[in-house]
């Protein structure tokens, strides 16, 4: 996701690169790391150590990942991909997907941040780092 949001912004100031990219249909748990840090931050607050997943239980594919980021910035995704077979894993898992329902329960966790609001905020913190 970093390397899309880079590419992003470089694009966007005026880079004439192509971002190549993989498998685009694969599905991810992304999540911001805000929402992380608050869960382990909980996790260390408890009496007894325990395991727990943490993630959002939504997915959403690289492709849907590169779509809103380039048109966070007025630009269509389509004119500055390319797909590059070497970059696709030979066992690529197609899905992943976190089932937070323990850390809901015992931490009374859960997301707060959107995919939305997490492409965004990478898209813009990058736009600032190219300056």
Known sequence: TRKISLAVARIKKGSKEKL??????????????KDYVKAMWLMLQQEKPNDYVVGTGKEHSVEEFARMAFSHVGLNYKDHIVIDKKLIRPAEVDSLLADYSKAKKILK?????????????MVESDLKYVE
């Open 20 to 33: 190549k990219l993989g498998n685009i249909k694969s599905k991810r748990d992304w999540g911001h790391a």
């Open 109 to 121: 966790w859960e997301p707060k941040i959107s995919f939305n609001d997490l492409v965004i905020d």
